[in-house]
Structures are given as C-alpha cells and as structure tokens.
C-alpha cells in the first residue's frame, strides 16, 4: 500500500498517524494548532472527522457511556459543536501539506464522500462502527484512493464480510484491529487481534490505539504491524469526549520514538524485559482472535448506523430509495441491508427519523 510517496508495509518503519479527530473543539485555529504539534511531534498524518450532525445522527440517537463520562448530556448538541465546515478542513489540508505530512479524513455519510473529493486527501478512513456500512465502504472505494478500515467492536466474520466489499481496492486497503474503548484499559488492549486480522487478510495491518501507553506500538512494529493510529491533544484533561484517550504533542512525540526505535534498533527485547510477568505481557495482547470486547458494546449500539426512514411511511406503501438514509444508532436494520429493504411493503406507521426494523415490513 502507498499514502502520496510513502510506501506502508512490512519493509517500512511505522506509519503513525495523529487522530486530531473532534479533539479541535470544533475551532479551526485550534485544528491549525494541531496539525503544527502533530507535524513537529513526526506524525505521518493528521486526521480529521467529516460530518454533518443531522445526517449523522436520527433522533433515536444517544450518547455512549464515554461520552456521559465527560460530562456530555445531548449527542446531536454534542456534535454540533464538534463541526468544521469543508472550506475549514480545506485550511487543514493546505497546513499539513505545508508541513510535509498527510492529510486523512474519516467521512461519516455517504452524501459527504463528493463533497470531501474536493480536496486533496492524501487518504480515507472509515470509522470501526461503519465496518457494516457498505454503502460508505462503496463509495470511499470508488474514489480511488488509499483507504484505512477500523474494526472496533467487531466480530472477524463481519470484518471479512467488508474485505470482501472493498475487493476492488484491496491494493490500496490497510484494515486497523482497535478496540472501540475510550481510554481502553491495556488489559482490554486486545493487541492479539492484530494477528488474527493478519491471518485472513492479505493487505497492512495496523492497530488504533485507544490506550494512554506506548506499550502498543512498541511490542507490535517488531511484528510487522505498520500503521498506527493515536489520538491526540493539547490538553487530556480539556472537556469534550475524545480528550482524556488522546495524547499531548510531548507524549505523541515520544509515542513516535517508540515506535521508529522499536523498527530501526528492534528495542522489543528492552520492552519485555520491562515486563514484569509473563501474565502481564500475555494482558497486553489478550488471545490470538478478533472478538467484541465487553467494554466495546455500548459503542457497538451507539454508533453503528441503521436503516432510517427519511419521512413518514404509511402502512401499504412500497419502499423505495428515496424514503431510506443512514444514521445512527445501530438499533435498527443495519446499512448494509439497504438493498434488500427496496421494494418491500410497509405494515404499520412509521415516523420520521427512526430506525427502521423487521417488524416495519410484511
């Protein structure tokens, strides 16, 4: 695989990328700040997130418990807050180009995929609940650039369904083993997960690392896993829900340094020593599979998108297209039963901006 001229894979030092994510507070200035601290912390990349909160979220929507935690009360004010504008991303492109590294952007909806090809994205992710949104998947296929696929909070059969997916592009596919907990706890780092992705997958692996350690990405380069994505911050005790699983420009620098030594001069033998049991160590990896983790099935409901009536139906209409869209929570038909939904008949009221389930049809 291949980012601009930076080649990713198993004969090439790490690939780290900075996830500025919401973490600007939904100020552009605050976005410039951190692409400068990612840049001079020796990020590969920064990444932002693209979406717009009411194409986004159904009013069925609710916070996860991580974000109650820090202090959030309403998800769709939420993340109304936490927007940038396309013209304020443009800015963000333009610096981290400036600076010499990538520019990346997970984008939520599939309506948005047009709008963000007008600029020049080095790369795309998709966010670990969009691992069934194959309508999403499709679409940043059909770009024709590099894509990164996260796969918090799922199973390794719903993984492999969405490699299948994304055949056509499997020459530009990098698929990342995380765990959809914000912080997670190292003994929830479920770092084995990277070798069963490895296992069944013929494309760079990577790991998004939602703990506040260095551990990850210096016991997983020695063993070829190349990308690495981590949070980051100016401040991990600011408010807003991605703070406190993210790392300050001083830490992610030091995260880089792991992780380059850790290619360059092999120190995964110091690490272990630093290990103190052979249980410890074994808790940094958890078993050699891909699994939901308990701690990730909040999130796995929250964030998922389902199938959502886009106006009232009445019963004995015939559905088509028009009257479906894709939002959040997970709690409905999931996006990529969008297809099969087309030209079935309705048997009761359904409001507007719901998840839509089996139950709705004949």
């Given amino acids: 695989m291949q980012i601009g001229d930076r080649k990713i894979g198993l004969n090439h030092g790490p690939y780290i990328i900075a996830e500025i994510g919401v973490n600007h507070d939904g100020e552009v200035s605050r976005a410039l700040e951190l692409t400068d601290a990612a840049a ?18 159904s009013k069925a929507a ?7 935690n820090a202090g959030e009360t309403d998800s769709i004010e939420m993340l109304r807050r936490l927007e940038l504008t396309i013209d304020e991303m443009a800015q963000v492109v333009d610096r981290a180009h400036e600076r010499g590294i990538h520019a990346i952007v997970t984008v939520f909806s599939t309506e948005l995929v047009k709008v963000a090809e007008t600029l020049a994205w080095d790369a795309y992710k998709s966010a670990s609940p969009d691992i069934v949104n194959r309508p999403l998947l ?16 799922s199973t390794l059969d719903e993984v492999v369904r969405a490699a299948g997916w994304l055949e056509g592009a499997k020459d530009r596919l990098a698929v990342l083993q995380c765990v959809s907990c914000y912080p997670a706890a190292l003994e929830d780092a479920a770092l084995g997960g990277c070798d069963a992705l490895m296992a069944v997958l013929d494309c ?21 896993v190349c990308i690495f994505e981590k ?5 991990t005790s600011a408010a807003g829900p991605d703070h406190a699983a993210s790392l300050n420009p001083e830490d992610f620098a030091a995260y880089v340094r792991y992780g380059q030594n850790a290619y360059f001069n092999d120190d995964s033998v110091e690490v272990l020593k630093g290990v103190r049991s052979k249980e410890l160590f074994l808790t940094y990896f958890g078993p050699t599979e891909k699994r939901v983790l308990d701690c990730e099935r909040d999130v796995r409901e929250v964030s998922r998108q389902s199938i959502i009536s886009a106006r009232a139906i009445a019963p004995g209409t015939i559905i088509t ?5 894709i939002k959040r ?22 409001e507007a901006d719901v998840p839509m389930v089996e139950e709705d049809f004949e």
């Fill in 40 to 57: 001079d912390s020796g990020a590969d990349a920064v990444k932002l997130q693209f979406f717009e909160t009411d194409r986004l979220m």
């Fill in 62 to 68: 609710k916070l996860a418990a991580y974000q109650r």
């Fill in 138 to 153: 499709e679409a940043l296929m059909a770009t024709g650039k590099p894509m990164i696929v996260s796969t918090g909070a």
């Fill in 204 to 224: 760079p692996i990577g790991y998004s690392d939602h703990t506040v350690s260095h551990h990850p990405v210096r016991l997983l380069t020695p063993l070829n």
């Fill in 231 to 235: 949070h980051f911050t100016y401040d």
């Fill in 321 to 325: 297209r028009e009257m479906l869209t």
């Fill in 329 to 350: 929570p997970g709690t409905g038909m999931l996006a990529y039963e969008l297809d099969t939904v087309v030209g079935r008949t309705v048997c009761r009221e359904i």
